[in-house]
């Protein structure tokens, strides 16, 4: 009897213990990996709201600011998501995500400078107006190519090892830029 009772306490240990010592299971893993690219992402977001908001206040010394901090949380980020490695041998969200902070340090440089000086130098003309307007339908065309396509690139992901998505907490801020 003893010895059964001490047999059962050793399988019970064993078990405890392999219990206890066992990973995170693939599906945590995922979620981990997901959540630090959409995490890089939400950081570049961040930082792009801060920048639109600086319009606001119609100084030019404050736009630039923002636009240069802007500018350089987009370079740093997207050099860090350059570095995460693929998951279980697949790259294709960290590579979509890099291909859309590319595409948000692409426009940060150009596009959105040329918005700043346009607001820097006061209340904008027409022709102003009418330029600022054609930036932000080009940009719009092509965000929204790219987000659909990382979009789907984050469900097939997501769909693969069992993920719910949930909602983008920041997109009513988005909308309402």
């Not at 606001?56 to 949380?73: E, F, L, N, R, Y």
């Not at 997207?78 to 294709?92: I, N, R, T, Y």
């Not at 965000?143 to 690139?153: R, V, Y």
């Amino acid at each position: 009897m003893k010895k059964s009772i001490a047999l059962l306490g050793a399988l019970v240990f064993i078990f405890v213990a392999a219990t206890a010592t066992a990973g995170p299971t693939t599906k945590d893993l995922a979620i981990a990996y997901n959540d630090k690219i959409i995490a890089l992402q939400t950081r570049i977001i961040k930082s792009m709201i801060a920048f639109s908001k600086s319009f606001g206040t119609g100084d030019g010394k404050i736009m630039m600011k923002a636009h240069k901090s802007m500018v350089s949380t987009i370079e740093t980020t997207l050099k860090e998501a350059k570095k995460v490695g693929p998951f279980q041998g697949d790259s294709s969200l960290r590579d979509g995500a890099v291909e859309l902070f590319k595409f948000y340090n692409e426009i940060s440089k150009k596009e959105y400078l040329e918005i700043v000086k346009i607001l820097s130098a006061g209340k904008p003309s027409k022709k102003g107006m009418a330029r600022m307007n054609e930036i932000v339908e080009s940009i719009t065309v092509r965000e929204n190519a790219l987000d659909k396509k990382f979009q789907g690139i984050q469900v097939a992901f997501t769909k693969k090892y069992g993920i719910a998505l949930t909602e983008n907490r920041m997109q009513k801020e988005i909308d309402n830029l």
